[in-house]
Nanobody, 126 residues
Framework: VQLVESGGGLVQPGGSLRLSCAAS????????MGWFRQAPGNEREFVAR????????YYANSVKGRFTIARDNAKNTLYLQMNSLKPEDTAVYYC????????????????????WGQGTQVTVSS
């Protein structure tokens, strides 16, 4: 199993970035996927989740309306479009995979996800 994030970097406040997460070694389309982030000294924080078919998404309040999670099951790739970036969005961003299905629950803690990428650094600064 491998999840490889890319697309991070340095961006000015108000700018945009698109993160990608390339998946291999498991059945990507059979997993719900999530994005988390971790700033220095902080716990890993939930950002967004998308279901396996891609038609249901959920966001943390801190990013709602600015970030968009999406997936392309044909390419085994997860995305996070980040707009109107703020300095407080600075963190290492991780993608994660969860094989379980929930009807009325959204897992938002790191230990609820089985597979993780190595992370990509996003820095928002002028």
């Amino acid at each position: 199993v491998q999840l490889v994030e890319s697309g991070g970097g340095l961006v000015q406040p108000g700018g945009s970035l698109r993160l990608s997460c390339a998946a291999s070694g498991f059945s990507f389309s059979a997993y719900d996927m999530g994005w988390f982030r971790q700033a220095p000294g902080n716990e890993r924080e939930f950002v967004a989740r998308i279901n396996r078919s891609g038609n249901n998404t959920y966001y943390a309040n801190s990013v709602k309306g600015r970030f968009t999670i999406a997936r392309d099951n044909a390419k085994n790739t997860l995305y996070l479009q980040m707009n109107s970036l703020k300095p407080e969005d600075t963190a290492v961003y991780y993608c994660a995979a969860d094989s379980r299905y929930y009807r009325n629950y959204v897992p938002k803690t790191a230990n609820e996800y089985a597979y993780w990428g190595q992370g990509t650094q996003v820095t928002v600064s002028s």
